[in-house]
């Protein structure tokens, strides 16, 4: 791994576990909005998935623009069988964690677009710090957890996963998304990608102090889905299920 200077010159947010790449791949980035992607890629597909955000921004500002409640709400949103795609997955998936859909929206638009490109055999696609990768080699990566001693010090290894694997990340203490705990990072493993990114939202909710790892990595375990699970506030963390940890 090794590090790219010319996006930390670029990033205006504290992002800069992005600069640890694939030696092996291309990378690319795509800025729409408030969507932020950093690719990983063994094709160009920059102007490809840029096509397909669009589409995917187009659908989400028109269902909310007719559904504002849809954006606001922080409980789970009702079904709607009329919906777009992307609209039906984020309202399943963050229901059965007892969110709001919006906790879903960054691996939502990841696995969209991972989905719509599917001769990419090596891709990684992250958002927000939510991350689909699909790739027939084992990948390294590393965990930000903001001013926690294991912050950029931890990586996950991951097993190849050629159908594609979700790695979320939600945390209290840093990011600009919205999280009522406390936590430095809750890491969520999943084939889902999106069930991953609200999964990680409801668990760094619960998380306000160090004593509550030990319930809320149990609690995680009955969430049907999930394959791992990684826990970090402070100088404490708590794991479960398929996790490789690793020293960087």
């Known amino acids: 791994m090794d590090k790219d200077p010319e996006y ?20 690319s980035r795509v800025v729409i909005g408030e969507s932020d992607l950093w690719i990983l890629s063994d094709q160009a597909v920059e102007e490809r998935v840029k096509k397909l955000l669009l589409e995917l921004r ?3 500002k028109e269902y909310i623009y007719h559904h504002p409640l849809f954006a606001k709400t922080l409980v789970p949103y009702p079904p709607d069988s ?16 007892q969110v709001g859909p919006m ?13 719509d490109l599917p001769d990419i055999s090596e891709f990684i696609i ?3 710090g939510d991350i689909f990768l699909r790739s027939s080699k084992e990948r390294m990566i590393a965990v930000y957890a903001g001013n926690s001693p294991f912050s950029r010090r931890v990586g ?12 979320c ?13 406390e936590a430095d990072a809750a890491v969520i493993i999943a084939e889902d990608v999106a069930l991953a990114d609200a999964a990680a939202t409801a668990t760094a909710n619960q998380i306000h102090r160090t004593t509550d790892l030990s319930r809320v990595i149990a609690s995680v375990q009955q969430i ?3 394959q791992g699970a990684l826990l970090i506030k402070d100088d404490r963390m708590a794991a479960w299920g398929e996790i490789n940890l690793v020293a960087i």
Not at 85 to 97: A, E, F, K, L
Not at 103 to 114: D, K, P, T
């Open 8 to 27: 930390l010159k670029k990033t205006d947010v504290e992002r800069d576990y992005r600069a640890y790449h694939a030696g092996d791949l291309i990378r």
């Open 156 to 167: 996950l290894k991951i097993a190849p996963c050629p159908k594609g694997l979700g790695v």
């Open 126 to 128: 992250e958002n927000g």
């Open 169 to 181: 990340t939600s945390a209290g203490t840093v990011g600009p998304s919205l999280s009522l705990g």
């Open 82 to 97: 009329t919906a777009y795609p992307i609209v039906q997955w984020m309202i399943d998936v963050s229901s059965r964690v």
């Open 58 to 60: 187009r659908h989400l």
């Open 224 to 226: 049907p889905g999930l």
């Open 103 to 115: 906790a879903a929206v960054a691996g939502a638009v990841a696995g969209m677009i991972a989905q």
